[in-house]
């Protein structure tokens, strides 16, 4: 996949075509490999997250996807910089639930995007930024909208409480929730483009678990701690704003 290439656009091109057309365990494990020494900001980075997950999500391979999530949070965590190491996991993960996340995903972008805004590690910003719409399209796609639009009853007045989509759009505090339930009202009027691209006509049905690319116990880059330690906090990106894919 012209890993070797010394320019990175060659890089990340052929990294697109290997998510639109390659298959099976040895994709995905290679694929695995290079997300785990890609620890530094690169949109190189983005697209081994985006072509991993579109493999997974094209075959099925979707069981366990809110599992997954949920393990490397409690794991990692979203606001230490030298455990940001492993950002392009997190962001496959994400991106995976967008294409063909199950419902068992929404509880765990809830909880991502449910991170103060300050604690996000500039590595981690994309994932964050992308669980919204991860999280509509999954909403929409399984079903769940009306669900989350009733009212959870009656408060001791006898008036109706809010729905949770209601408490999400008057989140000030946590702007991703606010944004994930904007993006869901848009899907409900058009339930066709919570699909994404690249997921087929509908939702593909789990076919099989998730495959593991779960960091190593305790592993990070010592060059992000350092960088870290030395700037005093997580940095904010420098070079290069997240991209938007939406």
């Known amino acids: 996949w012209a890993m070797q290439a010394q320019n990175e656009s060659v890089r990340q091109a052929a ?3 290997a998510g639109e057309t390659e298959a099976g365990d040895d994709a ?3 694929l695995k490999n290079m997300m785990r020494t890609q620890t530094s900001h690169s949109r190189t980075g983005y697209e081994m997250s ?4 579109q493999v997974v999500a094209r075959e099925g391979r979707t069981q366990g ?7 490397y949070l409690d794991a990692r965590g979203v606001k230490n910089f030298a455990q940001a190491s492993s950002w392009p996991i997190l962001l496959a993960y994400v991106e995976t639930a967008r294409l063909a996340g199950g419902a068992d995903t929404l509880s765990s972008l809830e909880e991502l995007m449910n991170q103060p805004p300050g604690d996000i590690a500039s590595l981690n910003e994309q994932a964050y930024f992308t669980a919204p719409d991860a999280w ?3 909403l929409t796609r399984n079903g769940k909208f009306e669900e989350y639009s009733r009212s959870s009853g009656l408060d001791a007045d006898g008036a109706p409480k809010p729905s949770k989509l209601q408490e999400m759009l008057t989140s000030k505090e946590r702007p991703m929730l606010a944004a994930a339930a904007l993006r869901a009202i848009a ?3 058009d339930p066709a483009s919570a699909r ?10 789990p076919k099989g678990p998730v495959p593991d690319i779960h960091p190593e116990p305790g592993s990070s880059s010592s060059s992000s701690s350092s960088w870290s330690s030395a700037r005093g906090s997580a940095p904010r990106f420098e070079r290069e704003p997240p991209m938007n894919w939406m």
């Open 15 to 17: 990294l697109k075509l």
């Open 28 to 30: 995905l494990n290679r």
């Open 50 to 53: 985006r072509a991993w997950a």
């Open 65 to 71: 996807l809110g599992d997954a999530i949920k393990r």
């Open 136 to 138: 509509a399209r999954t």
């Open 187 to 189: 899907y409900a009027r």
């Open 196 to 205: 994404g691209p690249g997921a087929g006509r509908g939702v593909v049905e």
